[in-house]
């Protein structure tokens, strides 16, 4: 089994920062992407940033400039570090891994969820 627990979210005022992690436990061979989604009321869950095993980086062009998403490989886990927050940001931040695990011999490929964390931005 594969969990991803993520931590750091809660209520900032505008302009303000928090730093959101996502750590990924249980039988893992590798781990391809890591990667932070939102999603708001009433709209679909959108990609916020995205990074890869080597570093590279992908951010959705509302946060480019504001957020910076980081990796430790040796630990698994995703960073996501929010500043200049706006109440625009205000949704539930869900981390994704592409993931691999060995099963019987064989390499397979998942796509693991976490349960989402709470940020609210208040104006």
């Known amino acids: 089994q594969v969990q991803l627990v993520e931590s750091g979210g809660g209520l900032v005022q505008a302009g303000g920062s928090l730093r959101l992690s996502c750590a990924a436990s249980g039988s893992i061979f590798s781990i391809n992407v890591m990667g932070w989604y939102r999603q708001a009321p009433g709209r679909q869950r959108e990609l916020v940033a995205g990074i890869t095993s080597v570093g590279t980086t992908n951010y959705a062009d509302s946060v480019k400039g504001r957020f910076t998403i980081s990796r430790d490989n040796a630990k698994n886990t995703v960073y996501l570090q929010m500043n200049s927050l706006k109440p625009e940001d205000t949704a539930v931040y869900y981390c994704?891994?592409?993931?691999?695990?060995?099963?019987?011999?064989?390499?397979?490929?998942?796509?693991?969820w976490g349960q989402g964390t709470q940020v609210t931005v208040s104006s």
């Open positions: 994704n891994a592409d993931l691999g695990r060995l099963e019987g011999g064989r390499f397979r490929r998942y796509d693991y």
